[in-house]
């Protein structure tokens, strides 16, 4: 501890004594960390002239928050760290008419520019201006948009899953997700699924795998999303992608809520993407029946006046999702034969049960001081979550119980006028495991292979994989930063800190499995109780329980060199405090994990206005990524040592270590058990981190439209990826040059021959990313907001990714990382993202017509990119390497691509009237896939190749038959139909 707390003073000393050798003559600027925003300008008079000492009183329209600050010799203005809202702006000056400009819309993490112009007069004489500050957004230096609450509250979510509006800002590509989770194989930057996700810039990152959020968040309280996609000041950091941050509703002066009904019949969906729903085909099935029910209402408004507000909201969402499964008719028969109830093969009661509940407190605690708190919770019950449909029957599910309780709180301090500071701290729960079903058999569990007329099945009990995992974690953090305006600077500094208290558990189970419905027959009757082709089983102490220590320290200084040239620089460091391991760990590289210490990361940026409808950025800097924490947890389970839950037993059928079926192994004779396989962490361990660059010109082309294009490039270095550290001796090589491993195990074929594979977690390779983009966006004017980026790039990467949530798959040549350099999983050249809200605003002398062609509000989201890449692989391990997947001789990583996805949502609301100038009744309609395009992300790509030496085919790995390339799967939806009924007030 004493360590710790001396390399965190060095840190700080570094970083202070950074910004004590700044200097200047001008105010700058200091973009608000993720929740709030600033406003600033330049006061002049009629002819130009820089007017000093002027008054600028900022108000909230919203809450009556108000702020004073002074022009400095420069005319210029500065007030940060607003909350989010509309404000006024009002300028004074002696022997100037004062001028107030109102509607000011101040987003998350934005800087508005307002500048003031005053006329020589009488001081008495006020000017109200009604303006908006400039679309250009002069005072930006990342890449990225803010989501405004005309989106998010008319935009078409039929998921209820706000998180995928991930997807719709610049340089990001990705699929939607139907349910409350991430969306999926999302590209940041060229790498996969690299987000931290934010709840009102505090911790929604789940920590032990890379692009999954900890907790679900609902609709009804989000407010606004800040997205930052590339080059962000020092306060950003824990990510190499991109930051997503959801701001959450609160009250105003004004009470103001909803109430909301949503209903999705059965007859309003299409069959599922793949799926025969064609009963008089052969395979046909009854179409599911993918039924909603969400009731959702909200409420915000003052306790006391310009001093205490709240806000409420509450969300319960039903959905059905039910899958049916593909065992045929043969197969069910000779089952029920043997004792199988029918109802197992039916389709399983899938229906999801969540809850949302939010309450927030907004407090104005005097004129320096101003704060607020917030309670999130959320509850999700699903049965049949796993091992459901397809092969599986019924009494082979598991259902799936989540929770998260959270509690988030802001203080900001005004000390003076150019003094503030920032405190926001929170404490995320969340706790996830599957348990067997009312429905779910006893155990254990039966799988039978497909053979002759019959289909694969497996019941019984929970299947591999299905049932007792839990996942546990609190994550205790703050950051605090203080900022200075002072001189031609505005300073910012600050530190965060987070400790990940984690616990791990895996399934339990038992599974035989048997080759053939004659086997099992077999087996049950008692005529050959060891007719299985084996049986698996998890032996001891499933997981591990350990915590791990983030934080990091940031200094940035913002210079306004000139009126038209603003720069930011500044210096960050992030550390990533590994776990300590227990004491006795069998294998040398699980004794201990390395810490990196030297991760300092520079920043720049650049804005340059030639003319005030133009804006020029240059920004470059180095953004660390923050240790999955599943680097430490596969080591620690999967260690070897005697005892532990992950060593899975998989015993064969028929000899003499083989049970009597249905007996469990409840104990296994040491000289029964396989050679247990483990993970190890490299000693030469460092973390990922990756060089950005982004140049954007952006075009104002009227006061409500702007153009911008950019260049992006992204090189990362020191990724994780996975080898085999236990393979040595090839004692061949493929045509191709790939080594071909001995499967003799003994100490002279393996490193440590204790074990059988060692999967080394290891790190040092590279990805190259570089795009193209074209973005406009229409602010909302003339009932229009609307937002569509293009993205050109391509993505190649050393090695196939590791430790995110959707792939983890080892290199196929353990030495040489090269072999495997190819495009990325989420490399997709062409990406278009479209989002638009238009209520037309017309007006007829006919009052009839006029009602019928007002009040109408229309929502689309477009979503259109380049399929997925796949790689075609094998069967066989033509290396004798289990841990990875063999491809064809002479055959790249990633070299064929599913087809291209084109997804159309759309929303049309209807307000009939409003009453008593409060209260808006709505229906509403909304689609998603509109137009029911066959969105496929999984083809089929498994080749046939030569297997035998000296074959007249070729040589070992010559493929004979190519990949079918049929659609195998998809995460995306046939088009639905949902229907609502909805308040506002």
Not at 8 to 33: D, E, M, N, V, Y
Not at 127 to 154: C, K, L
Not at 783 to 802: C, K, M, Q, V
Request: include cysteine.
């Amino acid at each position: 501890m004493h360590t710790l707390i001396r390399r965190f003073t060095f840190s700080a000393t570094l970083l202070g004594t950074f910004i004590l050798f700044a200097g200047g003559s001008t105010p700058g600027f200091s973009q608000s960390q993720s929740i709030n925003g600033t406003i600033r300008g330049i006061v002049t008079d009629a002819s130009g002239g820089l007017i000093a000492n002027a008054t600028i009183t900022i108000t909230n329209l919203d809450t009556g928050y108000h702020v004073t600050v002074q022009s400095s010799d420069a005319g210029v203005y500065i007030a940060a760290s607003l909350p989010i809202g509309t404000y006024s702006v009002k300028a004074e000056a002696q022997g100037f008419a004062a001028v107030t400009q109102s509607g000011i819309h101040l987003d998350a993490g934005t800087s508005a520019t307002v500048d003031e112009k005053l006329n020589a007069g009488s001081v008495a004489t006020v000017v109200e201006v009604t303006s908006d500050a400039p679309i250009i957004e002069p005072a930006r230096f990342d890449m990225g948009r803010t989501i405004s609450v005309e989106e998010t509250q008319n935009l078409p979510l039929t998921s209820r899953n706000p998180y995928n509006f991930i997807l719709f800002q610049p340089g990001v590509s990705g699929h939607p997700n139907p349910e409350n989770g991430i969306p999926r194989t999302v590209n940041t930057n060229g790498l996969v699924d690299r987000v931290n996700y934010q709840l009102d810039g505090m911790v929604d990152t789940e920590t032990d795998r890379y692009g999954l959020r900890l907790f679900a968040i609902s609709d009804s309280y989000v407010r606004e999303v800040q997205t930052i996609s590339n080059s962000a000041a020092p306060e950003f950091g824990n990510t190499a992608g991109i930051v997503y941050n959801v701001i959450s509703n609160s009250g105003t002066n004004k009470v103001h809520g909803q109430a909301q009904y949503i209903w999705r019949p059965k007859a309003a969906s299409s069959c599922p993407l793949l799926q025969n729903c064609d009963l008089t085909a052969v395979g046909g099935k009854v179409k599911p029946d993918l039924h909603v029910d969400d009731f959702v209402g909200n409420l915000g408004g003052p306790v006391v006046k310009d001093r205490f507000f709240l806000f409420g909201a509450y969300e319960h969402l039903k959905r059905a999702n039910p899958t049916a499964n593909t065992i045929n008719v043969a197969t069910q028969q000779a089952l029920i034969a043997t004792g199988v109830s029918a109802s197992d093969f039916n389709t399983a009661p899938q229906v999801q049960r969540t809850q949302w509940v939010d309450v927030r407190g907004d407090f104005i605690i005097n004129k320096k001081n101003s704060a607020f708190i917030r309670y999130n919770y959320f509850r999700n019950n699903y049965p049949f979550n796993t091992n459901v449909g397809g092969t599986f029957a019924i009494s082979s599910a598991s259902d799936f119980q989540d929770r998260a309780h959270i509690i988030g709180a802001q203080v900001i301090t005004t000390f003076t006028a150019n003094l503030l500071n920032e405190f926001r701290g929170s404490i995320p729960y969340r706790n996830e495991h599957h348990v067997p079903d009312a429905l779910t058999g006893p155990g254990p569990a039966i799988s039978i292979a497909a053979s002759g007329s019959f289909t694969a099945a497996t019941f019984g009990g929970p299947a591999v994989n299905g049932s007792g995992d839990k996942y546990q974690e609190k994550i205790p953090s703050f950051n605090d930063n203080v900022t200075l305006i002072h001189g031609a600077h505005t300073y910012k500094v600050g530190f965060g800190f987070q400790k990940n208290n984690d616990t791990q558990l895996a399934d339990i189970f038992t599974q035989f499995n048997f080759a053939s419905v004659a086997q099992y027959i077999s087996a049950k009757s008692g005529a050959t109780p060891t007719a299985y082709s084996s049986v698996q089983a998890s032996i001891g102490q499933p997981g591990a329980a350990y915590h791990s220590v983030f934080f990091d320290l940031f200094a940035q200084d913002t210079w306004q060199l000139r009126r038209d040239l603003l720069v930011s620089y500044g210096l960050r460091y992030d550390q990533y405090r590994a776990p300590t391991p227990p004491a006795g760990e069998p294998f040398s590289y699980t004794q201990s994990f390395r810490t990196p210490e030297a991760n300092f990361a520079p920043r720049l940026g650049i804005a340059y206005s030639p003319i005030p409808t133009t804006v020029i950025r240059l920004n470059a800097g180095i953004f660390y990524e923050s240790t999955p924490t599943n680097t430490w947890y596969n080591p620690l389970y999967n260690n070897g040592a005697a005892g532990t839950g992950s060593f899975i037993a998989t015993v064969s059928g028929g000899g003499a270590c083989s049970p009597s079926f249905p007996n469990t192994p409840q104990t296994v004779a040491a000289n029964c058990l396989p050679t247990q396989s483990i993970y190890a962490l490299t000693p030469q361990f460092k973390n990922e981190y990756v060089w950005n660059a982004n140049l954007q010109v952006a075009q104002q082309l009227t006061s409500n439209d702007q153009l911008t294009l950019g260049y992006t490039m992204t090189n990362g270095r020191n990724f994780q990826f996975l080898r085999n550290l236990n393979l040595i001796n090839p004692t061949s090589f493929l045509a191709d040059g790939r080594p071909v491993f001995s499967t003799t195990v003994s100490a002279a074929t393996r490193l440590d021959p204790r074990f059988n594979n060692i999967t080394l977690i290891d790190t040092g390779s590279n990805t190259s990313y570089n795009a193209l983009t074209a973005t406009y966006e229409h602010r909302l004017s003339a009932g229009l907001t609307t937002s569509a980026s293009y993205t050109w790039s391509h993505s190649i990467s050393d090695t196939p990714e590791a430790n995110s949530y959707e792939f983890s798959n080892a290199i196929e040549d353990p030495t040489n990382r090269k072999r495997d350099r190819g495009p990325s999983s989420v490399n997709r050249p062409n990406s278009m993202t479209i989002s638009a809200v238009y209520t037309p605003k017309t007006k007829f002398e006919n009052k009839y017509v006029n009602g019928i062609f007002t009040n109408n509000n229309f929502a689309f989201l477009g979503n259109f990119t380049s399929g997925d890449e796949q790689n075609i692989t094998v069967s066989p391990h033509l290396n004798n390497d289990s841990l990875s997947s063999s491809r064809p001789l002479f055959v790249g990583r990633n070299s064929v691509r599913a087809p291209k996805i084109a997804q159309a949502d759309l929303r049309y609301t209807r307000t009939f009237a409003t009453i008593k100038e409060r209260f808006s009744p709505k229906l509403l309609i909304e689609g998603n896939n509109i137009l029911n395009h066959t969105n496929v992300t999984s083809i089929n790509t498994t080749a046939t190749v030569v297997t035998a030496a000296n074959s007249p085919l070729g040589p070992i790995g010559t493929v004979t038959a190519q990949p079918s390339f049929a659609p195998t799967s998809s995460v995306l939806e046939a088009r639905i139909l949902q229907f609502g009924l909805k308040i506002d007030f």
